[in-house]
């Protein structure tokens, strides 16, 4: 089926000129969500990974279901303040300013295999930063996983440069 036409663009959200691609519509629609879950878990199969990582929060509705498909257990990567126990944090660059993501310490053991999940690739930073922790902890990014990818001038892809990058939908960005 035609995963794109399941994603809604919402021009000028958060702020004008983003154009937001809204996934939610995706995910409510059974075959969609179904066939996208699908695609990923396919490609990963074999892959002998040990963990699904996932970005808050869009990230957990897949990241969750991919794990239980692949029979692995599944890593919360968070916004700041908000995982109970000791924590590593990575800060990224934004196109102002920074942000930060964080993980359990503990949440990685030394050699595992793990593969990133996240809803969409744009400037790469947020899951370049998720590699970061993934690696801190002593993990290996066995892949890197995303619905959509928005193609042209942001070079996301760029970023992630030499780590396995799976997308399933390429949306050109619109200048
Ligand atoms: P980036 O770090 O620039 O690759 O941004 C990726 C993160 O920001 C993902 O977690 C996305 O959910 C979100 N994001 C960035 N740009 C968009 C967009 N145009 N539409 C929807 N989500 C976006």
């Not at 498909?69 to 000791?86: C, M, N, S, V, W």
Request: aromatic residues 8%.
């Amino acid at each position: 089926m035609d995963l794109l036409k399941e994603i809604r663009n919402v021009p000028d959200w958060p702020k004008p000129g983003i154009q937001f691609k809204d996934i939610t519509t995706l995910a409510k629609n059974p075959a969609a969500f179904k066939e996208s879950c699908d695609l990923i878990i396919k490609k990963y199969k074999k892959k002998n990974i040990d963990e699904v990582a996932a970005i808050e929060a869009r990230g957990y509705v897949w990241g969750g279901v991919i794990a239980y498909q692949l029979g692995t257990g599944f890593i919360l990567i968070r916004k700041p303040g908000k995982l109970p126990a000791d924590t590593i944090i990575e800060e990224y660059e934004l196109e102002y300013g920074t942000d930060k993501i964080e993980m359990h310490v503990d949440a990685i053991k030394k050699g595992e295999r793990v593969l990133l999940f996240d809803d969409l690739l744009a400037t790469g930073g947020t899951a370049k930063a998720a590699c970061n922790l993934i690696e801190k902890a002593g993990g290996v990014v066995a892949g890197i996983a995303f619905v959509i990818e928005l193609t042209g001038s942001l070079h996301g892809r760029d970023k992630l440069e030499g780590y396995d990058v799976l997308s399933l939908l390429e949306i050109p960005v619109e200048e």
